[in-house]
């Protein structure tokens, strides 16, 4: 939550904090949208940054709001699914990246080759995505979004419903830690990164609550969504390996040193987990709402 959001919440309740927020989503996606000096690159990655944020905070309004918050989360997933033709391949460049941090079975020409191939897939991918008509698509999205907070009735949302929806987050979170990573497939780290993402971005509607702590959790969580995002982009460096795609020539060499690098990501994710998710759901819930009630007292 941005310094408006901050102000909103010292001199109104907590739903009024809430509205600051998504007004400030909102208003983040629209000066991407219209901000000439941004590449097409850029401006997908910073409005499906804040769609991403949208989503959360749409999640944790769909029980005090119901249909409309859930309607609008789902045209936000549909939205960012549109916007992401390049995102494999662009997954695949970072996967590269990562893989020079190991002992590297390319020469340096091979290397150039390989990202020149991914890079130009990307950038076919991406002339193809952000066309006019999704730009107004968006745009009319943002227009409803922005009617659509002035309307619903935020300000009488209290931090009870909030805390409880959170909690089903972080338990949803907590529930797909694989109790053997060695084991755990791309899809069940895909999954735990997608709701790690989620709950981190839940967690700072309610940063004001406890600034101390606010920093060091929001480190852990995006530390923890790093170490799986480098799984998930592994995974997908691996698919483009296969037989009849762009870097199949390579699959005998690049393997190995995939699996070395995902076993690496993999033990750092195991320890960042165990720490992050260390409560018991019902125990997160009465450590917010603690923090909450003792905020509260404060300003009596």
């Given at each position: 939550?941005?310094?408006?959001?901050?102000?909103?919440?010292?001199?109104?309740?907590?739903?009024?904090?809430?509205?600051?927020?998504?007004?400030?989503?909102?208003?983040?996606?629209?000066?991407?949208?219209?901000?000439?000096?941004?590449?097409?690159?850029?401006?997908?990655?910073?409005?499906?940054?804040?769609?991403?944020?949208?989503?959360?905070?749409?999640?944790?309004?769909?029980?005090?709001?119901?249909?409309?918050?859930?309607?609008?989360?789902?045209?936000?997933?549909?939205?960012?699914?549109?916007?992401?033709?390049?995102?494999?391949?662009q997954a695949a460049l970072d996967a590269l990246k990562d893989l020079r941090k190991?002992?590297?079975?390319?020469?340096?020409?091979?290397?150039?080759?390989?990202?020149?191939?991914?890079?130009r897939l990307r950038d076919e991918a991406e002339a193809a995505s952000l066309t006019?008509?999704?730009?107004?698509?968006?745009?009319?999205?943002?227009?409803?979004?922005?009617?659509?907070?002035?309307?619903?009735?935020?300000?009488?949302?209290?931090?009870?419903?909030?805390?409880?929806?959170?909690?089903?987050?972080?338990?949803?979170?907590?529930?797909?830690?694989?109790?053997?990573?060695?084991?755990?497939?791309?899809?069940?780290?895909?999954?735990?990164?997608?709701?790690?993402?989620?709950?981190?971005?839940?967690?700072?509607?309610?940063?004001?609550?406890?600034?101390?702590?606010?920093?060091?959790?929001?480190?852990?969580?995006?530390?923890?969504?790093?170490?799986?995002?480098?799984?998930?982009?592994?995974?997908?460096?691996?698919?483009?390996?296969?037989?009849?795609?762009?870097?199949?020539?390579?699959?005998?060499?690049?393997?190995?040193?995939?699996?070395?690098?995902?076993?690496?990501?993999?033990?750092?994710?195991?320890?960042?987990?165990?720490?992050?998710?260390?409560?018991?759901?019902?125990?997160?819930?009465?450590?917010?709402?603690?923090?909450?009630?003792?905020?509260?007292?404060?300003?009596?």
């Amino acid at each position: 939550m941005g310094a408006a959001g901050r102000e909103s919440e010292d001199s109104g309740g907590f739903g009024d904090g809430l509205a600051n927020a998504a007004r400030s989503i909102i208003a983040d996606a629209r000066q991407t949208l219209s901000e000439p000096e941004l590449s097409d690159p850029e401006i997908i990655h910073d409005v499906r940054k804040a769609l991403k944020r949208w989503r959360a905070l749409m999640r944790l309004l769909t029980r005090p709001l119901g249909d409309q918050a859930e309607q609008m989360r789902i045209e936000a997933r549909e939205l960012m699914r549109t916007l992401s033709g390049a995102r494999d391949v662009q997954a695949a460049l970072d996967a590269l990246k990562d893989l020079r941090k190991s002992d590297s079975p390319f020469s340096p020409t091979s290397m150039a080759t390989i990202e020149a191939r991914l890079t130009r897939l990307r950038d076919e991918a991406e002339a193809a995505s952000l066309t006019p008509e999704l730009r107004e698509r968006l745009s009319r999205y943002l227009d409803f979004a922005a009617l659509s907070v002035e309307n619903w009735p935020l300000g009488t949302i209290d931090f009870d419903a909030i805390a409880n929806e959170l909690t089903v987050t972080y338990r949803r979170a907590r529930q797909l830690v694989p109790d053997d990573w060695t084991e755990a497939s791309a899809e069940d780290l895909h999954d735990l990164r997608r709701r790690v993402v989620e709950h981190r971005h839940q967690m700072e509607l309610v940063e004001p609550l406890w600034p101390r702590l606010a920093k060091v959790w929001g480190q852990e969580a995006q530390r923890l969504r790093d170490r799986l995002g480098a799984c998930q982009d592994l995974a997908v460096l691996t698919g483009f390996t296969a037989l009849h795609q762009p870097l199949a020539t390579w699959r005998s060499r690049i393997d190995p040193v995939i699996a070395t690098r995902r076993a690496a990501h993999i033990d750092t994710a195991k320890r960042v987990a165990s720490r992050l998710f260390a409560a018991k759901p019902k125990a997160f819930r009465r450590r917010i709402a603690a923090l909450w009630n003792t905020r509260a007292k404060k300003k009596i």
